[in-house]
Antibody, heavy 119, light 110 residues
């Protein structure tokens, strides 16, 4: 079965960096695009970033553009989100989520990793 | 990118039908038929209910149906059941090659 497992969350000070990882299994990772979606406490989900199956296309939400970098290693079935210049408003649970091919929606989600930006 | 507009809350009695609207712009909901709907229970990841406006993944009951007219998409839940009480979100691909969620609608089953 499809599994996505995030790791790397934690507490970080404003202005610092953090790297999230997502380990994928149960499907052919190299054929599917992946998203990062975050959800602040008590709020709705917010789309963060997208990477195509081969890594050639990357798109970002305006709120993170220039600060976050999405990448993937298809040889290791892993996805990463490098988060720089973190702000308090980046505090959220971060989900990696598989793009359902050709439909531009998400069909499988990880359990999420909590990132808290606080001094 | 502003969130798509959903009513904050809707309610209905068991067996009844309710509809949740999701209003966007010509750059998102109005641009493509790439609108999807998710159900999220507290502490859980969202679950896909409808994609490409009207399609249901396998395993989703046909009580859940989607539609769209212009810049507004809708999710209808018929034959309401107690377990349908949850938060619902719409999600749309945009002309800027980004995606945007709705603000969410809390469904209460009376």
């Amino acid at each position: 079965q499809v599994q996505l497992v995030e790791s790397g969350g934690g507490v970080v000070q404003p202005g610092k960096s953090l790297r999230l990882s997502c380990a994928a299994s149960g499907f052919t990772f190299s054929t599917d695009a992946i998203h990062w979606v975050r959800q602040a406490p008590g709020k709705g989900p917010e789309w963060v970033a997208f990477i195509s199956n081969d890594g050639s296309r990357k798109y970002y939400a305006d709120s993170v553009k220039g600060r976050f970098i999405i990448s993937r290693d298809n040889s290791q079935n892993t996805l990463s989100l490098q988060m720089n210049s973190l702000r308090a408003e980046d505090t959220a649970v971060y989900f990696c989520a598989r793009d359902q091919r050709d439909t531009w929606c998400v069909d499988y989600w990880g359990q999420g990793a909590l990132v808290t930006v606080s001094s | 990118q502003s969130a798509l507009t959903q009513p904050a809350s809707v309610s209905g009695s068991p067996g009844q039908s309710i509809t949740i609207s999701c209003t966007g712009t010509s750059g998102d909901v109005g641009a493509y038929n790439f609108v999807s709907w998710y159900q999220q229970h507290p502490g859980r990841a969202p679950k896909l209910l409808v994609y490409e406006v009207t399609k249901r993944p396998s395993g989703v009951p046909d009580r859940f149906s989607g539609s769209k007219s212009g810049k507004t998409a809708s999710l209808t839940i018929s034959g309401l059941q107690a377990e349908d009480e949850s938060e619902y979100y719409c999600f749309s691909f945009t002309t800027r090659n980004t995606w945007v969620f709705g603000g969410g609608t809390k469904l209460t089953v009376l």
